[in-house]
C-alpha cells in the first residue's frame, strides 16, 4: 500500500486470487469453448466475439447446458447432464472433452466435438439403459445456450442491453426439424454476427429468453421451467432480456437391452451474416456434414485443449448448496414491518398482502410479489448523506433474493467497482455480490428469497421465517461515512459463511489484518499497480471487518482447499449474530479501517452512527436527508395527491443516485454524466427545490468538458476520470447548456455566472487547458458552432449524430447534414429566445444577448413554412434540391411512421404554435399517441428487418419491443406534462401519477406486476417479438378488444425523476422558487379541493391549503389571513399565475392559494 501509515498493521495476501485456471479450452481456429473445473460450461468465444452472454466463475454452476428427460405418460423427469450439478464424471479422453453419468435407469455419455476450421461444434449425447425401466416411456434432451453476439466488453456492460439486440428467427427444415438462428443487430455493427442451432436427429420446439426456459422458479433455486414442459407448446420466439437459443430435440425410445438413443445438438457460427435468416437456418445441413464421421465415431478432433480438470466432489459451497428460502408469512406479521404503518396496500387476488407502503417510506414485499416480477426487486444504498458531487459516495446494490449487497463502489462506478455486480434477474449466478450460507442439520444452504424484502431508503432488510425460527439480516448505508454495514441476527445459534466476491481481482491488492478481527480491520483492497484505479485514485482503500467472522480466502467454500477464486469470507460457528462492515476511503487505510470500526461499534473509533448500533435512528437520517432536499414536502389529504407522499422520497432518492454515483439496476455501467442527462434531472431537481448553488456548479462542469470549437461530449467522467468522454454527440447536445444558463437565469436573476470561468476540454492533453474562459465566452463558442453546421441551404442547425431518441440515429451519413429535427429546433428556439430576453439590456451582454435572440427569430420565420406540412409538424426535415421534405409525418411513404410526439410537446413548451396549431396538434396526441399508460413516442415503431438497417440505426436494430423501441419513454411522458402545463390543463396531476409506480396497479388493468418505489424508465408493450407489435399494435389501446399487457423496463437511472419532481412543485402545487419570490401556479382538478402540503419556503416550514372552484379565475394568495399581492405572469397561451416576493410572505405559517378549474385564457 502506498503510504507509510498503512504498512505496520497489514500484510500483503497474494493466494486469495491467486489460484491456478482449473478450467479448460477446447477449440479450433478462433473458436474457444472453456469448460469449468467440474464440467459446467463457462463462456463460448470466437476471435473477439463473446458468442455467450454470461460468465460463471468458478463459485457458479454453468447457464448454458444439457438435459436428459424421459416422459412416462403425463410425468416428466429431468437431470442436468454437464457440470457440478449433474452427476457426470468430466475428463479427457482421447483429445474429447466428455461427460459421463448416469440416472434415470440410463447410463449417458456427452462429448464436445468441434469443427476443424472453428466454424461450428456439436454435443453429442448417447444414452445407453442402465435397467430394464429405461425401456419405458420417451426420450429427448434439451439445449440452452445464452446468448450474446457481442464483443467481450460490450457483452459485459449491460446483458439486459446487449439481448434486447438480438433477432431470432426459428423455422423448421427438412431432415432436421426446427433450426433456431440469433443474430447481434447492434453490438458488432456493420458486422451481424449469426448463431444457429439444430439437432441432427431433429427439433421439435425452441425458445429464445431465459426467461422461458428458467422460469422465475429459478430465483428460488428451482430447476429449469421449461423441463416439466412436455413439447414446450411447439415452441416461442421471445425477444426480452436474457437472449437464449433453446431447443428440445425429438423425442426418442429405447427398444431393447442393446440399443443406444442418440442426439447431436449442432452449433454453427458465422461472423458476419448479413443474408436472410431464414437462409442462414437452411445451412444447417452443411454443419451437421461437418461432424458426420467424428459424432458417428466419438474419435478425437480437438485441435486445442488446456487446463487439467479438477476432482467433481471439489466444488464450491456456492454452486452446490440448496438454496434456503423463507417460508410465506401472514398478513398480520407482515403487516407489521412497516414501523406502525400500511398504506397503498396491493393484494393478490385472493386477498393476500403482496406489498405496500410502511413508515418513512419503507417499502415492504412479500416473496408472493418477488415471485411474480420479472426485475426482482432490488434497491441503490448511497451511504455518507452527501448531495455534492465532489465528494465521492459509496454506494452498494441489494437485490430481495439473498444478494446482500453487490456492486460495492467508493466514487465511480465503473472504474473503482470492487464488489460484483448482480447480473442475472433469475439469480443464475450464485456468487455475485455478499451471500450467505447457513448451515441447517449439518448441510449448508444459500439463503434465496426471503419471506419478505423491505426497502427504506438507506437500508435494506430480509426476513427469512425458517422452521427453526426466524433469521433477520440488515444491510445499512451509513447517514454520515462511506460505510456499509450487515447485520445478520438469527433466533437459534447458526454457523454461518458470508460471502464476498470480487469482480476484477487482477485491479485490486488485498492485506489482512496482524491485529484482531475486533480492531475492525480485517481485509484491506487497495488498487493494484498499473490498475486505473492506481492512476486516478492511489490513495482508494476498501476494508472489509466483522465482529465473530474470521476473514479467509474462499478455502471454507471447497472443504478446506483454496482456490483463489477471489471470493473472500467471514466465518462463524453457534452465532446468534454477526456484523460485516465495508468501510472505503479516498484518503488511504487509516481512515477506511476507522470508518469499519465505527461500523462494528469499536471503541474509540471516529465519532458517527455506528449503524448496527441503532438501525432506525440511522434509517431516520437517511429520510430526514431525503425530505430536506425535498422541502420537506408532504402532502396531506385523502385523495389521490397522498400518493405522492409514497413518490416523492423515493424519485428524489433515485434522482440522487442518478446525479452522484450514476448507474441503475439495469444499466449498472454508467459512472459518467451525459450532457443532456444532467442538464435535465439533477439541475431540474435543484431548481425545484431551491438548490441553486448546485444548479450553478452543473453548469460550469458541463462547460470544462467543452470543446473549443464550442461542441460539447454525449457524456463525460465528472471525477477523477475526466479523461474518459465521448467526443462526439447528437446534435442537441450543444443546445443544453444554453438551457440550463437560461432557466438558472430565470430563477435566481444571477447574470454573475456569465463573468464565472471554466476551462475548455484540451484534448491533446487529455485535461483541461490552462486557460479559462467566461461562461459568457462558452455560450457564445456553442452559438458559433450550430451556425457552423447548418443544413446546406438554410440558416438551421443541422440534425448531426442524432437528437433525444437514441434509436433514430441516422442510419446514412447523408442525413446528418440534410436532415433538421423539429424537436431540436424547438428547443434551441426556447433556450435562445429564453436567454435573448432575460440578457436584453444588460452590460456586458449584449452580444450574447444579440446573437441569441437572432437565432431565435430565424427559427421563428423559418419554422411554419419549413417543419408544419398541411397542418402537421414533421418529426424530422429533409432539405433536398426539391425543397423540403417531412420526415414521420402522413406525408412520409418511406417510414411509415406518421406522428411524432416530442416535436410537438416541445413546440408547444417553446411556444412556437399559435392557439389553432396548438389545438390540432394536442388533438392529435389525444387521438394518436395517448395510451393507457401514457403517451408514445411515435403512433408506430421504425419498420424491422431482422436487425437490417435502412433509415434509423437502434430503432431498426432493437429486437425488443422495449425502452424506446416500445415508444412508451417515461421521460418523454413527462415532458408531455409540461406541455399540458403549458395549456394550463389540470389533467397535469392525472398525468403525472399515472406513470407512478406506486398506485399504477389500480389504475391500469393491463399494468403488469412490478416493483412499487423506483422509477421505471419506460412501460413496455408485452409483444414477444417487433413483428407482433407490428401487426398488433392496437391492442395497446384502451378499447382493444384484447388488450396486451405493459411492464415496467429500466429502474432508476435515468434524468426522469429530477424532471417529475420538477413538474410536481412547480405545475401541481404551483411553486416555482425564484431567489427573491415564489411563482404560484397550481393546476389542480376539482377533486383537489382542500389538499394541504406542508413545505420549507424560503427556509421556513409552511402549510399551504389549496381552494379550487369551478371556472376560471386568476390565483389568488392569502398568507395568516391577510390577501398577497403580487406581478401576474403572462405565458404564451393563457394567464400565468402570481409572481410573490419573498418579503411578502414574511414568516407567515399558514397560505392559502384559491384557483379556478378553467384555463385563464388572455
Not at 431540436?824 to 441569441?852: F, H, M, P, V
Amino acid at each position: 500500500m502506498s503510504n507509510a501509515a498503512d504498512a505496520p498493521a497489514f500484510s500483503a495476501w497474494s493466494n486469495w486470487k491467486q489460484g491456478s485456471d482449473r478450467s479448460v479450452a477446447v477449440g479450433a481456429g478462433e473458436l474457444s469453448i472453456r469448460i469449468g473445473a467440474c464440467g459446467d460450461l463457462l463462456g463460448v468465444r470466437a476471435g473477439d466475439i463473446q458468442i455467450s452472454q454470461y460468465r460463471p466463475g468458478p463459485n457458479d454452476p454453468g447457464i448454458s447446458g444439457l438435459w436428459l428427460r424421459r416422459r412416462q405418460g403425463s410425468h416428466i423427469d429431468a437431470v442436468p447432464l454437464l457440470g457440478v450439478r449433474s452427476s457426470s464424471r468430466f475428463a479427457i479422453e482421447r483429445g474429447v472433452a466428455t461427460w459421463r453419468g448416469s440416472a434415470l435407469g440410463v447410463v449417458w455419455t456427452v462429448s464436445l466435438h468441434v469443427s476443424g476450421d472453428g466454424s461450428a461444434w456439436a454435443w453429442r449425447v448417447a444414452v445407453t439403459p442402465g435397467d430394464p425401466s429405461a425401456a419405458a416411456g420417451t426420450w429427448d434432451v434439451a439445449s440452452a445456450q445464452d446468448v450474446a453476439l457481442a464483443p467481450i466488453e460490450q457483452a459485459m456492460s449491460s446483458e439486459p442491453y446487449i439481448s434486447q439486440y438480438v433477432a431470432y428467427h426459428a423455422q423448421d427444415v427438412d431432415g432436421f426439424g426446427r433450426v433456431l438462428a440469433a443474430r447481434q443487430g447492434m453490438a458488432c455493427a456493420p458486422r451481424m454476427p449469426m448463431l444457429v442451432a439444430a439437432f441432427a436427429e431433429g427439433a421439435r420446439a425452441h425458445l429464445t429468453d431465459g426467461f422461458d426456459f428458467y422460469g422465475r422458479e429459478a430465483r428460488m433455486g428451482g430447476e429449469p421451467a421449461a423441463l416439466r414442459s412436455a413439447d414446450w407448446n411447439g415452441g416461442r420466439t421471445n425477444q426480452y432480456e436474457f437472449g437464449m437459443a433453446c431447443l428440445l430435440s425429438a423425442p426418442q425410445t429405447i427398444a431393447d437391452a442393446s440399443d443406444t438413443l442418440v442426439f447431436t445438438q449442432v452449433n454453427l457460427f458465422d461472423g458476419d451474416y448479413r443474408g436472410e435468416m431464414a437462409d442462414g437456418c437452411a445451412r444447417i445441413g452443411e454443419t451437421v456434414d461437418l461432424f458426420a464421421d467424428a459424432v458417428e465415431a466419438g474419435g478425437p478432433d480437438v485441435s486445442e485443449v488446456s487446463g487439467t480438470p479438477c476432482l467433481h466432489d471439489r466444488a464450491s459451497l456456492l454452486a452446490t448448496a440448496s438454496m434456503l428460502n423463507g417460508r410465506p408469512m401472514e398478513d398480520d406479521a407482515f403487516l407489521a414491518l412497516g414501523g406502525g404503518e400500511a398504506s397503498d396496500i396491493e393484494t393478490a387476488s385472493d386477498g393476500t398482502v403482496l406489498s405496500y407502503f410502511g413508515r418513512n417510506a419503507r417499502h415492504v414485499v412479500s416473496q408472493a410479489k418477488e415471485m411474480v416480477v420479472d426485475r426482482s426487486h432490488g434497491q441503490i444504498l448511497l451511504a455518507n448523506g452527501s448531495t455534492d458531487p465532489a465528494r465521492p459516495v459509496m454506494a452498494a446494490t441489494t437485490y430481495a433474493p439473498g444478494v446482500f449487497a453487490s456492486h460495492i463502489v467508493l466514487g465511480n462506478t465503473n472504474m473503482n467497482r470492487l464488489v460484483s455486480v448482480h447480473r442475472t434477474s433469475l439469480n443464475l449466478l450464485r456468487s455475485q455480490g455478499v451471500r450467505l450460507l447457513i448451515r441447517v442439520d449439518g448441510e449448508w444452504r444459500l439463503l434465496g428469497v426471503p419471506s419478505a424484502y423491505v426497502m427504506d431508503l438507506g437500508g435494506s432488510a430480509w426476513i427469512y421465517q425458517l422452521d427453526s425460527g426466524v433469521i433477520r439480516v440488515e444491510t445499512v448505508a451509513s447517514a454520515s461515512r462511506n460505510v456499509i454495514g450487515l447485520h445478520v441476527v438469527s433466533d437459534a445459534a447458526i454457523d454461518v459463511i458470508v460471502t464476498v466476491d470480487i469482480e476484477s481481482p487482477e485491479q485490486w491488492d488485498a492485506f489482512v489484518s496482524a491485529e484482531t478481527p475486533e480492531s475492525g480491520a480485517g481485509v484491506v483492497f487497495a488498487p493494484a499497480a498499473g490498475s486505473p484505479a492506481a492512476a486516478h485514485c492511489p490513495n482508494l482503500r476498501y476494508v472489509f471487518a466483522s465482529d465473530r467472522g474470521t476473514p479467509s480466502d474462499d478455502a471454507p467454500l471447497f472443504a478446506g482447499h483454496a482456490h483463489g477464486s477471489a471470493v473472500i469470507t467471514f466465518a462463524a460457528e453457534g452465532v446468534r449474530e454477526l456484523r460485516v462492515a465495508a468501510a472505503a476511503s479516498d484518503n488511504g487505510v487509516s481512515q477506511a479501517s476507522e470508518l469499519a470500526a465505527s461500523a462494528l461499534g469499536v471503541r474509540g473509533a471516529v465519532d458517527g452512527d455506528g449503524i448496527d448500533s441503532d438501525t432506525d435512528a440511522v434509517l431516520a437520517e437517511h429520510y430526514r436527508i431525503i425530505s430536506a432536499y425535498a422541502d420537506d414536502l408532504q402532502v396531506r389529504t385523502d385523495g389521490r395527491l397522498a400518493e405522492l407522499n409514497r413518490v416523492v422520497p423515493w424519485f428524489v432518492q433515485n434522482a440522487l443516485v442518478h446525479f452522484l454515483s450514476p448507474h441503475g439496476l439495469e444499466q449498472y455501467s454508467g459512472a459518467a454524466w451525459g450532457t443532456r442527462d444532467v442538464c435535465q434531472g439533477p439541475f431540474e431537481l435543484a431548481l425545484a427545490f431551491g438548490h441553486f448553488d448546485t444548479a450553478r456548479e452543473i453548469i460550469l462542469g458541463v462547460l470544462r468538458h467543452q470543446n473549443p470549437d464550442g461542441s460539447l461530449p454525449q457524456w463525460f467522467m465528472f471525477d477523477e476520470y475526466r479523461a474518459m468522454y465521448q467526443h462526439d454527440s447528437h446534435g442537441d447536445i450543444p443546445v443544453w447548456p444554453l438551457m440550463a444558463v437560461g432557466e438558472y437565469l430565470e430563477a435566481t436573476g444571477d447574470t454573475s455566472i456569465l463573468g464565472d470561468t471554466a476551462p475548455y476540454w484540451d484534448e491533446p492533453n487529455g485535461d483541461y487547458s490552462a486557460e479559462s474562459h467566461t461562461v459568457c465566452d462558452h455560450l457564445l463558442s456553442i452559438l458559433s458552432y450550430i451556425r457552423a453546421h447548418r443544413v446546406p441551404g438554410t440558416e438551421l442547425f443541422s440534425y448531426g449524430e442524432g437528437d433525444w431518441d437514441d434509436t433514430l440515429q441516422p442510419a446514412q451519413a447523408s442525413m446528418k447534414k440534410e436532415m433538421a429535427s423539429t424537436w431540436t429546433i424547438a428547443l434551441l428556439y426556447q433556450a435562445t429566445r429564453r436567454l435573448g430576453e432575460l440578457l436584453r439590456g444588460k452590460n456586458g451582454c449584449e452580444a450574447l444577448s444579440d446573437q441569441c435572440s437572432s437565432e431565435a427569430s430565424t427559427i421563428r420565420g423559418a419554422f411554419t413554412k419549413d417543419f408544419i406540412f398541411d397542418d402537421v409538424l414533421a418529426g424530422y426535415v429533409s432539405f433536398t434540391d426539391e425543397g423540403p421534405k417531412p420526415v414521420i409525418h402522413p406525408d412520409d411513404t418511406r417510414t411509415g411512421i406518421t406522428y411524432r410526439l416530442i416535436p410537438m410537446t416541445r413546440s408547444i413548451i417553446a411556444g412556437l404554435l399559435d392557439d389553432e396549431e396548438t389545438r390540432r396538434h394536442e388533438a392529435i396526441i389525444d387521438e394518436h399517441l395517448h395510451y393507457p399508460d401514457g403517451v408514445r413516442l411515435m403512433n408506430r415503431p421504425a419498420a424491422y428487418h431482422d436487425g437490417v438497417t435502412t433509415v434509423f440505426k437502434r430503432g431498426e436494430q432493437a429486437a425488443n419491443v422495449g425502452r424506446e423501441i416500445g415508444l412508451m419513454y417515461t421521460h418523454a411522458h413527462i415532458r408531455y406534462t409540461e406541455a399540458l402545463a403549458a395549456l394550463g390543463r389540470d389533467s397535469v396531476a392525472e398525468e403525472l401519477l399515472r406513470i407512478s409506480p406506486v398506485g399504477q396497479f389500480r389504475r391500469l388493468s393491463t399494468s403488469e406486476p412490478r416493483q412499487r418505489n423506483c422509477y421505471f424508465a419506460s412501460s413496455d408493450a408485452d409483444f414477444p417479438t417487433r413483428y407482433d407489435a407490428a401487426g398488433q399494435w392496437d391492442r395497446l389501446r384502451a378499447d382493444a378488444a384484447d388488450p396486451v399487457g405493459v411492464r415496467g423496463g429500466w429502474r432508476v437511472y435515468s434524468s426522469g425523476p429530477g424532471i417529475y419532481l420538477r413538474q410536481v412543485m412547480q405545475h401541481v402545487f404551483g411553486l416555482s422558487v425564484h431567489a427573491d419570490g415564489v411563482v404560484i401556479d397550481p393546476l389542480l382538478a376539482m377533486q383537489d379541493d382542500g389538499t394541504e402540503i406542508a413545505v420549507t419556503l424560503f427556509g421556513k416550514p409552511r402549510t399551504i391549503r389549496y381552494r379550487v372552484v369551478e371556472g376560471s379565475r386568476p390565483v389568488a394568495v392569502e398568507a395568516d389571513g391577510r390577501a398577497i399581492d403580487g406581478e401576474r405572469l403572462a405565458l404564451r397561451y393563457r394567464d400565468g399565475g402570481l409572481l410573490v416576493s419573498r418579503e411578502s410572505l414574511g414568516d407567515s405559517r399558514d397560505i392559502v392559494i384559491t384557483l379556478g378549474t378553467a384555463p385563464r385564457v388572455r
